[in-house]
């Protein structure tokens, strides 16, 4: 059964910075895309980047873009999100998320951590 | 940018059927799949490609697609199915973007 866990979330202000990891195993990590999708307090899903198996290419949703890195390590089965100059509308629960083969679809995700931006 | 359309809440009584709509653009051209999120739970894939469901989904749970609108049917409607549902697109015609609608949050009376 494929296993994503997330790390990295908590408390940071407004403008501050804080770096997302998940771990990923149970399958061959560096076959698939994968991706952060966010869901704010009492709100929807909405996805925020994904990347290419070798990290040559890079989506994010408009609101992130030249704020947020997607970025990953397949030595270490890693996937990190880099978040600088946070903003309030940035608190969410964010998960990773495996990308299908098509990159069409996140056929399995992980429980998310938390991001909370407040003075 | 695409835009998907839910409904924010359908409600249904137990052994009836549940349809969820979801509203796009010529969205009958697209693959629509869709996710069950639990309260305090990760989402959880339903039906991907437009009626296709992961192993462990059961057959009660089905999904079409047509023109400007997928549907989302659960037949027998459990008190387990209450939840809240997603829908989502891959929109490759401006710069590669997946799009989530707003979510329905079915209710089993």
């Known amino acids: 059964e494929v296993q994503l866990v997330e790390s990295g979330g908590g408390l940071v202000q407004p403008g501050g910075s804080l770096r997302l990891s998940c771990v990923a195993s149970?399958?061959?990590?560096?076959?698939?895309?994968m991706s952060w999708v966010r869901q704010a307090p009492g709100k929807g899903l909405e996805w925020v980047a994904n990347?290419?198996?070798?990290?040559?290419?890079?989506y994010y949703v408009d609101s992130v873009t030249g704020r947020f890195t997607i970025s990953r390590d397949n030595a270490k089965n890693s996937l990190y999100l880099q978040m600088n100059s946070l903003r309030a509308e940035d608190t969410a629960v964010y998960y990773c998320?495996?990308?299908?083969?098509?990159?069409?679809?996140?056929?399995?995700w992980g429980q998310g951590t938390l991001v909370t931006v407040s003075s | 940018s695409y835009v998907l359309t839910q409904p924010p809440s359908v409600s249904v009584a137990p052994g009836m059927t549940a349809r969820i709509t979801c509203g796009g653009n010529s969205i009958g051209s697209k693959g629509v799949h869709w996710y069950q999120q639990k309260p305090g739970q990760a989402p959880v894939l339903v039906i991907y490609?437009?009626?296709d469901r992961p192993s462990g989904i059961p057959e009660r749970i089905s999904g079409s697609n047509s023109g400007n609108t997928a549907t989302l049917t659960i037949s027998r409607v459990e008190a387990g199915d209450e939840a809240d549902y997603y829908c989502q697109v891959w929109d490759n015609s401006r710069d590669h973007q997946w799009v989530f609608g707003g979510g329905t949050k079915l209710t089993v009376l």
């Open positions: 998320a495996r990308v299908d083969s098509m990159i069409s679809y996140f056929d399995n």
């Open positions: 990347i290419k198996q070798d990290g040559s290419e890079k």
């Open positions: 490609y437009n009626k």
């Open positions: 149970r399958f061959t990590f560096s076959y698939y895309w």
